[in-house]
């Protein structure tokens, strides 16, 4: 019986956690399968190619989870509402789109929410972003978008963000890139002496495991939540999508 194939694709996955959880998951249920990084800067060349056809499902990650969307033959209710793609699952010939990423976090942070946490700021406008948006609007939230390039309503610039409205948004999601592992000491551009014990920040990134956003907020008593159990959880969906017979 030969190995099923599956695969993370994105530009640099030297930090990626996919790899590491599938080969120790597959191990542990003794399963026949392999996990490989699928790293490329071209992706119209990448899917055309024979390491893409041999696949039999895969994650995405930044840049790709909105640019594969032409690339697929039919989306998830879900994956279609949200607009955004982080695994692939392929079905009777055909790639189907999916986001587990929605689900991953909802299960994330449902220990953490309580009446405090109305209005989010999400800072951010790709693929994860519009992940986020969806769970917490379902949820009840209002949210407002914090971009370099802010676009439309409820969208604002980092130099826009302050004490009002860090008052009024109780819940803060990072869904950019900075302060991931080597650039430790970056972080966001927001106010942070306007962060109090009644915020809850999550940052989407898990390596490291205390962004400077994190610690800047732990610091003012925010409840703070990194991006692993995310991570895991959607991870675990996305086995089970690929393994829906």
Same mark, same amino acid.
């Given at each position: ?63 790709? #989870? &909105?640019? *594969?969307? +032409? @690339? !697929? /033959?039919?989306?998830?209710?879900? =994956?279609?509402?949200? $607009? ?21 976090? #909802? &299960?994330? *942070?449902? +220990? @953490? !929410? /309580?009446?405090?946490?109305?209005? =989010?700021?999400?800072? $951010? ?121």
């Amino acid at each position: 019986m030969s190995k099923q194939q599956f695969g993370l694709l994105g530009k640099r996955l030297d930090y990626s956690f996919s790899k590491s959880f599938f080969t120790d998951y597959f191990l542990k249920h003794q399963l026949e399968a392999v996990f490989s990084n699928l790293e490329t800067s071209d992706l119209a060349t990448w899917m055309k190619s024979e390491e893409a056809q041999q696949l039999d499902g895969f994650s995405v990650t930044i840049p790709y #989870k &909105q640019e *594969i969307i +032409p @690339f !697929l /033959d039919s989306l998830s209710p879900e =994956a279609a509402a949200i $607009g955004a793609v982080n695994v692939v699952q392929r079905k009777d010939g055909k790639l189907i789109g999916h986001n587990t990423d929605a689900f991953g976090f #909802k &299960q994330s *942070i449902k +220990p @953490f !929410l /309580d009446f405090r946490h109305q209005k =989010a700021l999400i800072l $951010g406008t790709g693929g994860a972003s519009k992940a986020i948006a969806y769970v917490l609007k379902n949820i009840g939230l209002d949210v407002l978008y914090v971009s370099r390039n802010p676009q439309g309503e409820n969208q604002f610039g980092y130099e826009e963000v302050n004490e009002y409205m860090l008052k009024a948004c109780k819940m803060i999601v990072n869904c950019t890139p900075l302060g991931t592992s080597p650039n430790l000491e970056e972080a966001p551009e927001i106010p942070f002496e306007f962060i109090t014990n009644d915020h809850f920040v999550v940052d989407l990134i898990y390596n490291p495991e205390q962004t400077k956003l994190l610690r800047e907020a732990a610091n003012r008593g925010a409840i703070t939540l990194n991006g692993l159990s995310m991570l895991k959880e959607q991870a675990l969906k996305a086995w089970e999508i690929w393994n829906q017979k």
